[in-house]
């Protein structure tokens, strides 16, 4: 935990999840001061940073995912992920534990999907896995295929996806 200038405990406000051009994943924490106002940000990994969340928060992204659902599904959506948190204690839901949350777990992949994977290239081979398996759960997809990845593809490089 943190402690403000003043003395008094930094509680945090906010997580933001961040991917990096080098392919690193990272959590933004914004905590604050309730005594003087005073608002501090630290940048790191999620081992780094998780010790200053002080309570069971949602990033952003995750957030906005729920928002998108339908308002009566949403309160449903919201105490399952936030069950599934606690019982891994984990004090940030995020995009991917949402996405666990709401599918058992995980998503599954085909193994050839899963081998064309290991063909990415290291550096971005954590964002594909996290945007293919985001993809999967918003299509209610139970798993990853290599019809799935081809159409991400599509998406991403457009014109270039036919060039491989």
């Not at 019982?87 to 599954?108: I, K, M, P, Y």
């Not at 992949?109 to 918003?138: C, G, I, N, S, Y």
Request: hydrophobic fraction near 40%.
């Amino acid at each position: 935990m943190l402690v403000c200038g003043c003395g008094n405990w930094m509680h945090a406000a906010g997580v933001d999840e961040r991917w990096e051009d080098r392919g690193d994943y990272e959590w933004m924490v914004r905590t604050e001061c309730r005594r003087c106002r005073r608002h501090v940000g630290a940048v790191g990994t999620p081992e780094e940073t998780a010790a200053l969340v002080d309570r069971l928060m949602w990033t952003d992204e995750a957030r906005h995912a729920l928002d998108r659902l339908p308002p009566y599904v949403q309160v449903l959506v919201k105490d399952e992920a936030e069950a599934f948190a606690r019982s891994r204690n984990e004090r940030v839901l995020t995009f991917g534990l949402l996405a666990q949350a709401r599918n058992g777990g995980a998503v599954a992949w085909d193994p050839d999907a899963e081998a064309r994977l290991e063909r990415v290239p290291a550096a971005v081979r954590a964002m594909a896995r996290q945007e293919l398996e985001r993809t999967a759960l918003e299509k209610g997809a139970p798993r990853v295929t290599v019809g799935m990845m081809q159409e991400v593809k599509g998406r991403y490089f457009g014109m270039f996806a036919s060039r491989s």
